[in-house]
């Protein structure tokens, strides 16, 4: 894992020039930051996407709402005015009463102010959806962190999340090192370290783990297929695109969930128990249960040794919980990881 060594690399868009992708950016209604995840095209109108807790303050936003960049949080003295980059256009709700697989929000850019698609990070996403995958290297360029690599540590996430609001279940989701995200990070595009290919939106993070959304299902989201844009420089003069673009393949079900498409494994000679459903059919069946014990936050699809384990994911080092814990379910190895309490990275 690599960051920049300043501890706010990415908070200024550079002080009322060309804005970029990876900086910050907020509702003008609250005194916050998070960041600009890229530029994205719908219908032939560019916007830039990030998360609803950003854009559209955890739910309570009305379309239409002025967005700053950077966020008000960054300004001097904190919480001042900053200028207005974009209007709020649209975002998904966040569900406290069933599950989510998607926090995010467009708005669409003021005329008169110029934006790149390019990332502050050094470079430019592509607009070609890569699948998670364990062991996938990624990175992304964030309003805190900056630049940061890792792997994808599990994918088939799902994770209950403390917002203001109260506590919302995410699933589907991709997990990656707590330091690969850090607060005011929210929004950061995941993408691949080699091509840029998009594969995640981030949104939370605890004391061992961030997690992101797949950017397949946040790309479709908004109707008439919305894709990211890949021309280096654009300055706002209207509300159509300039420039061309290419459109992203849309992810499968079954590319999302990737534990489905494995082929399920029979006992070996040995004796030795081994899994034989898919590990997706299996995550459904059993996380529920689990998230029912106090202290378990969460379940994923992890891996060792080539092979895929059930992840738990636990809230602090308990002992008495991970002695409650089954050694195997269904004949996957069960391996418990501490990940804290897992919050939005907005920073406010």
Known sequence: MYAFANPHPQAKP??????????????????????????????????????????????????????????????HPKCAQTAQSATLSDFQP???????????????????????????GGYTPSSTVVSPAVGLAVKKTGRTSGLTTGSIQAINVTIQVQYTGGVATFVNQIMTPATFIRSGDSGSLMVTQSGNNPVGLCFAGGSGGSFANPIGPVLQRFRDGVQPVTSSLITRRGSRVRGSFRRVAAVAACAVLVGACRAARTPGAGGEAHAVKPMAHVLEERTP???????????????SAGRPVFVVLIRRDDPELKRSLPARIEGYPVEVRVVGEVRPLKTR
Do not use: W
């Not at 960041?35 to 559209?56: P, R």
């Not at 249960?289 to 891996?303: D, F, K, Q, S, W």
């Open 289 to 303: 249960a689990l998230l029912a014990m106090p202290g378990v936050v969460g379940t994923a699809e992890g891996a």
């Open 14 to 75: 550079g002080g009322g020039g060309t804005l970029q992708c990876g900086t910050s950016t907020g509702n003008d209604l609250e005194c916050a930051a998070g960041t600009i995840s890229c530029v994205v095209v719908k219908g032939g109108v560019q916007y830039f996407l990030s998360n609803n807790h950003v854009f559209a303050r955890e739910n309570a936003a009305s379309i239409g709402e002025r967005i700053d960049a950077p966020g008000r949080y960054d300004a």
């Open 94 to 120: 966040i569900s406290f009463s069933g599950n989510n697989t998607i926090d995010c929000a467009i708005a669409r850019p003021v005329a008169g102010r110029a934006y790149t698609c390019a990332e502050a």
